[in-house]
């Protein structure tokens, strides 16, 4: 069966720190894997994805992302975090064998970036 | 991208009544899909709404909870039924935007937050 994982519900970082997200997954093959944003009372925005290629991913306010295939993991990274940041994070993952359709969602963290 | 848009924003019913959401896009997708993120949860796929046939529920969701129409390919509605309180949550329509093999991207709407009281 497929499945995320984020393990930490909660990252606090201060302003101007690197920041990591982490998420690693489980499924058959090869996915194709995403990072969401949710800021309050908002729905979710695309950050970027992992399709093939280079496993180092560059998206968007900053944010990459690098697929490590043998750690089956997609860290969320930004090298100087900002206060305007701090949201809800979910990496998703969807078997490379489907097309179209059913992401499946980390638990979430919650970032907090401090001044 | 797709810029999405769902009515009502928020909501706070009664135990027992129906709500129906509607999730409109602005430009036509094949595929339609409807989500819930129950407070302080991640979120899961309720159904899949392809235009033209019945939807596809995941397991735990069944029909007559949450019956759903799409009926073209810039529109679908999502009816929670029966509710009880055990439905507050926020639930999002989202669309997938074809770019190529493999290239699929999801977009989500704004979310609809739902209070059942």
């Known amino acids: 069966a497929q499945s995320v994982a984020q393990p930490e519900d909660q990252v606090n970082v201060a302003e101007g720190n690197p920041l990591t997200v982490k998420c690693t997954y489980s499924?058959?093959?090869?996915?194709?894997l995403f990072w969401y944003v949710q800021y309050p009372n908002r729905g979710l925005q695309f950050l970027l994805k992992?399709?093939?290629?280079?496993?180092l991913v560059k998206g968007s306010y900053g944010f990459e992302a690098e697929f490590n295939k043998s750690q089956t993991s997609f860290h969320l990274k930004k090298p100087s975090a900002l206060v305007s940041d701090s949201a809800l994070y979910f990496c998703?993952?969807?078997?490379?064998?489907?097309?179209?359709?059913?992401?499946?969602f980390g638990q979430g963290t919650e970032l907090s970036v401090k001044p | 991208s797709a810029v999405i848009s769902q009515k009502p924003s928020r909501d706070i019913c009664q135990r027992g009544t129906s709500l129906t959401i509607q999730c409109q896009v602005d430009?036509?997708?094949?595929?339609m899909f409807w989500y819930r993120q129950q407070p302080g949860q991640s979120l899961t796929l309720i159904a899949t709404?392809?235009?033209?046939?019945?939807?596809?529920?995941e397991s735990g969701f069944v029909i007559d909870k949450f019956p759903i129409s799409r009926p073209n390919l810039t529109f679908s509605t999502l009816t929670v039924s029966n509710m009880s309180p055990e439905d507050s949550s926020i639930y999002l329509c989202?669309?997938?935007?074809?770019?190529?093999?493999?290239?699929?991207?999801?977009?989500f709407g704004p979310g609809t937050r739902l209070t059942v009281l």
């Open positions: 430009s036509q997708v094949t595929m």
């Open positions: 989202s669309v997938e935007k074809d770019r190529g093999p493999g290239n699929n991207e999801q977009f």
């Open positions: 709404a392809n235009q033209g046939s019945e939807a596809t529920y």
């Open positions: 499924v058959s093959g090869n996915p194709y």
């Open positions: 992992y399709i093939t290629g280079d496993n």
């Open positions: 998703a993952v969807r078997d490379r064998r489907n097309q179209g359709g059913k992401l499946i």
